[in-house]
Structures are given as C-alpha cells and as structure tokens.
C-alpha cells in the first residue's frame, strides 16, 4: 500500500514540473520566442490548436519562411533565398526598352534577365496582348458579346461591351440568374455575377471582410450575403 502512495506521489510532483517547466510540450509561446537572429526568415510560432488555451499542454513548434528576395537586410545589402549577402544589383541598371518584358537583376552576381510579362486582366471578354511600346493592352472584342465568361474574384455572368455582366449589384433580393444558360444559377444580394450559391459570407464572422464574390461588395458581420456597405451598426 505505502508502495502505491510514493508511486502516486511521485507521479503528481513529475506532472507539476513539467507544467513549470513545460518539458519538450511547448517549443514557442510567441514569434519572438522563435527568433532565429536571421533577418531574412519569417519567425512565427504555431500552434496546432490555435482556439486552444496557451499552456504547457498545447504542442507548439516554430515555422520559419523566407522574406522576399531583394528585401533590405543591412547596409548595401539584400535577402536571396534566405541569406543576406551583398547587393551585387545596387548600381545595375536593366532595361532592354522592352515594355513586354520583366526587367531583373541577379541579386546574386548583378546579371540582367528580361522574361517576358505576363498581360492577364484576369476577364474573359478582353483580348490581352502587349506593345513592345506600350506594355499590355485590354482591349474590347466585340466578337465574344453574348459568350459565358468567368469574373474575379467569383461568379460567372455574360461578356458585354468587354465586360462580364450579370446581376444588379443595388438589388437586395435573392433571384434567378437572367442570362440564358445559366438558370440554374442565382443573382444574390449585392452581387455582380450569378452563383451556384447565396451564402458566400460566413454568418458567424464578427469583422467585416470582402466578399468573396463581389470585389466591390463586402461581407458584415451576422450576415450570408455580400452587401455594398455595413451599416453603422454592424
């Protein structure tokens, strides 16, 4: 019997030092902990239970990324890949006087390298081509009036006059998609282009956010639907 009373005893004191101690449970409480004297890595310390008390039970580990090359990290000097080294790029000048063309500096040994821009505005009711004058151009095709077309950030709707078309963004009713072909499709309050659905916005959210759907538009707190404001209220 008294074997089972040290036993039990010991056990407890054991659980109390690791609970002061936090034992190998815990690599990082915050960002700072994970400081790694580099200034050319992202610090963060995550835990795998974020909604989770920050105690001794909850394993945490520290995540490390890198900056963006070319990010300042010193006197004359610049992030790449990771590392600070000297800025071999300080005094180059790239420029091959073509508009359709990235031009870039090897942070590394200063070398220059011009590949090609990407033209993309991202709608599906506008050529996109590029001028070595002038860089990319979004122009009008009239011949894809009338076509289905995707917008951004979401939706889909009908191309015209360049645009991708569909829904009243004012109205605040919920009603079927108008654009022929797509029936089966909504017009949702304050959006731009019809969806498979009317709930983009999380309900359970407190902050205001964009919608997801509708650039222009935003989600409010307590609310499914993407509105064109929040009310002082929200």
Avoid: K
Avoid at 37 to 51: A, L, M
Avoid at 58 to 67: E, I
Avoid at 112 to 120: N, Q, V, Y
Avoid at 203 to 221: D, F, K
């Amino acid at each position: 019997m008294r074997h089972w009373f040290f036993l039990i005893v010991f056990l407890l004191a054991l659980g109390a030092l690791r609970m002061v101690g936090c034992g190998d449970d815990r690599s990082c409480v915050e960002d700072q902990d994970c400081d790694d004297g580099n200034p050319c890595t992202i610090d963060e310390c995550y835990w795998y239970d974020p909604d989770a008390p920050q105690t001794c039970e909850v394993v945490s580990r520290c995540l490390y990324s890198q900056v963006t090359n070319g990010t300042s990290c010193g006197s004359d000097n610049v992030c790449v890949d990771g590392v600070c080294g000297q800025n071999r790029c300080e005094d180059v000048v790239c420029d091959d006087d073509d508009a359709c063309t990235d031009d870039e500096c090897d942070y590394v040994d200063g070398t220059c390298s011009f590949p090609p821009a990407t033209c993309d505005d991202h709608n599906d009711c506008t050529e996109d081509t590029c001028s070595p004058a002038d860089g990319c151009m979004f122009t009008q095709d009239p011949d894809r009036d009338g076509n289905i077309c995707e917008g951004d950030p979401g939706g889909v709707g009908m191309c015209e006059a360049g645009a991708c078309v569909g829904c009243d963004p004012a109205s605040e009713e919920e009603l079927p998609c108008p654009i022929e072909g797509l029936e089966n499709f909504l017009c949702c309050p304050g959006a731009e282009l019809c969806s498979e659905t009317c709930a983009p916005c999380d309900p359970t959210s407190e902050v205001e956010y964009p919608c997801p759907v509708n650039e222009g538009a935003v989600c409010c707190p307590g609310s499914e639907y993407c509105m064109p404001q929040c009310s002082s209220g929200s």
